[in-house]
């Protein structure tokens, strides 16, 4: 198999495995195998996929870039992804749309930093950071890679607001509907203050030290500079 193909078709495998076990197979499987044994199935897939697209991407020959990357697109971009780190790690505290015994509670709470940005900023974190990666690296095979995170990212949000609703009932509904699935709507349609989506102290810091981190790393395991270390490495 070609390498483009060999990617485009463990993309397709790691999103379809995920929204099948994630939604009809989800129940069935469950009932016969219990909760616990099939989140042991799910993550074992959802890894084994994951790695079978990276391998993939990998392996992929030199592409040349559909377009010069230069200082002022890598500024963009680096924000974007200081933005993502901020959303994740905002996500991990009071987060309704985690499987979380008092995501009832957690939704009757006004919604404040992140969540006065979008009730997914999880998973919106990884979109942003898909579309940060597309914009430094406009090859066709990182164009595939970043679609299929952000796909896998949204399309699920939205298949969660789906799921919550009738796990949660009047909770999540109540919730969604103080909330905005794309980020910043609420604010730019003047319903919500733009002083409530000021990050809490562990969504900012956190995420500036996430941030700074990960792009490290990005460089010391030999891919481009990333971040501030571009200008101060």
Not at 47 to 69: F, H, N, S, T
Not at 92 to 114: D, K, Y
Not at 214 to 231: D, K
């Amino acid at each position: 198999m070609q390498p483009m193909s060999l990617l485009v078709t463990t993309c397709v495998l790691f999103v379809g495995t995920h929204f099948a076990l994630s939604h009809p197979m989800r129940a069935p499987l469950a009932g016969r195998m219990g909760e616990r044994a099939f989140l042991i199935v799910y993550s074992i897939v959802a890894i084994a996929c994951l790695i079978m697209v990276v391998q993939a991407w990998r392996g992929m020959p030199p592409e040349p870039p559909l377009w010069v990357v230069g200082d002022a697109l890598w500024g963009v971009a680096s924000a974007i992804v200081l933005f993502a780190s901020i959303l994740f790690m905002g996500s991990l505290i009071g987060n309704p749309a985690l499987p979380a015994p008092n995501a009832a509670f957690a939704a009757q709470g006004a919604p404040r930093g992140v969540y006065a940005i979008t009730r997914h900023p999880m998973m919106w974190g990884f979109a942003l950071w898909a579309l940060a990666h597309a914009l430094v690296m406009p090859t066709p095979a990182q164009f595939i890679l970043s679609a299929t995170i952000a796909f896998l990212a949204l399309a699920g949000s939205a298949g969660q607001d789906v799921k919550k609703a009738r796990l949660m009932g009047d909770s999540w509904r109540h919730w969604a509907a103080r909330t905005s699935f794309i980020p910043f709507a609420r604010q730019i349609g003047g319903v919500t203050p733009w002083g409530d989506t000021i990050p809490r102290p562990h969504a900012l810091f956190g995420g500036i030290v996430l941030w700074i981190a990960a792009t490290w790393a990005h460089g010391a395991m030999g891919y481009m500079a990333a971040g501030i270390w571009r200008w101060i490495g």
